[in-house]
């Protein structure tokens, strides 16, 4: 058996109010005049409506710092990471690093963006376990909304040419994080609900899972006892919640560093894959409907829609063909070590393409 080594984020900084650490932070990694360069979610462009939350104002531009407003209307795709990559290259050569600040999408760009400095061709030659070969330029997250473990975890999820898969390697998780609750406040309840539940569902999936073990399990149940706490026990949202919330992302992402997550990440994946639908809420129209692979989990997950009063997308495979159906199926069954956390070794037996394909009917 051979244990698996895991490369963890270096520093973290968390608490209201420290993104003010942030320029202090970033001062030791300054390389001479090589910019910092900051990927900020469009949410936070002027005329979007983000731009007036306050620390938008606190983000320590200085000297040729470059601030680039990231398109997150899709989710990552590999030519827009090069297209970031190479307009660095060509304006500034080389630069200090790249600053992630937004949710998943944002935090995933910044992470592949600091690789591409480095490693030479495009971004979907490196989409798979291990194929990067060089550090990336200092990176750091910071995330505006909480939920996707993409702060912590050892990957980036990127669209490319002809597959969806991440840049999984050593080199990719961040050297800094600065989690501050302050910049989640007053994310709208459903995108809040959407991208808290991926933290929901990433629990449930690694701790019934059939990789669980210890670690996995102590970080698990934490994150899972946080979401209950935030989604299903308190009477408001407060700040407490957000607080919460933001480390039970953290700690939601830790769980799975070290197992997998399941049969909802593995369908929903197909969804994205052929729909475009966006993880978080995707993950939710399938989990939705996996009563017989994760009952009490399922159970509960409908209290928190209901609670949170939530509208969960309905019949949205409705009409597609069976090329489609079969498209879906192919992505969701490439998705081995998923299926085989959810089901055990023998899941090809367990999950079969028939099974399959009335799930995504069902959908
Ligand atoms: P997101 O980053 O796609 O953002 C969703 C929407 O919320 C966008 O319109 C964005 O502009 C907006 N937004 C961001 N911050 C906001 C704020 N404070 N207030 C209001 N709106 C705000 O959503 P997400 O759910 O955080 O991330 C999903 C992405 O993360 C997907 O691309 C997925 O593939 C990726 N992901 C990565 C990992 C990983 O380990 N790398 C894990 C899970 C998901
Ligand atoms: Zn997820």
Request: aromatic letters at 10%; a negative charge; one cysteine or more.
């Amino acid at each position: 058996m051979k244990f698996r080594n895991f490369k963890m984020v270096n520093y973290v900084v968390f608490g209201r109010g420290s993104f003010n650490q942030l320029e202090e932070i970033l001062s030791s990694n300054r390389k001479g005049n090589a910019p910092m360069v900051f990927l900020v979610d469009h949410f936070f462009a002027p005329g979007s409506g983000g731009e007036k939350k306050e620390f938008v104002k606190r983000i320590p531009i200085q000297g040729n710092d470059k601030l680039i407003y990231a398109d997150v209307t899709h989710e990552p795709k590999t030519s827009y990471v090069d297209k970031i990559a190479n307009q660095l290259k060509e304006e500034f050569g080389q630069v200090s690093g790249i600053i992630g600040i937004g949710g998943g999408s944002a935090m995933d760009l910044a992470k592949a963006v600091s690789l591409m400095m480095t490693n030479p061709g495009s971004a979907s030659d490196y989409q798979g376990w291990d194929l990067v070969r060089n550090p990336g330029v200092y990176k750091a997250g910071i995330p505006t909304l909480s939920g996707t473990g993409a702060e912590v975890s050892r990957t980036t999820v990127l669209t490319g040419p002809t597959k969806k898969l991440g840049m999984n390697s050593d080199f990719t998780p961040f050297d800094q994080i600065v989690l501050d609750p302050e910049l989640t406040e007053g994310v709208p309840a459903n995108q809040r609900f959407y991208t808290g539940m991926d933290c929901y569902i990433h629990c449930i999936e690694s701790l019934q899972g059939t990789y669980l073990n210890e670690f996995s399990k102590s970080y698990g149940e934490k994150a899972l006892e946080l979401c209950q706490h935030v989604f299903l026990e308190k009477a408001h949202w407060d700040e407490e919640s957000d607080d919460q919330l933001m480390m039970a992302s953290y700690a939601g992402g830790m769980s799975i560093a070290y197992s997998q997550v399941g049969v909802a990440h593995a369908v929903s994946y197909g969804l994205s894959y052929l729909l475009g639908t966006k993880h978080g809420i995707g993950n939710c129209i399938v989990f939705d409907k996996l009563g017989e692979f994760y009952p009490e989990g399922v159970k509960e997950f409908k209290k928190m829609v209901e609670k949170n009063k939530i509208d969960i997308p309905q019949q949205i495979t409705k009409g597609l063909s069976d090329k489609d159906f079969d498209t879906m199926i192919n992505v969701s069954l490439g998705m081995k070590p998923l299926w085989e956390n959810a089901l055990g070794r023998d899941w090809e037996k367990k999950m079969t393409r028939e099974k399959l394909r009335r799930l995504y009917e069902s959908l």
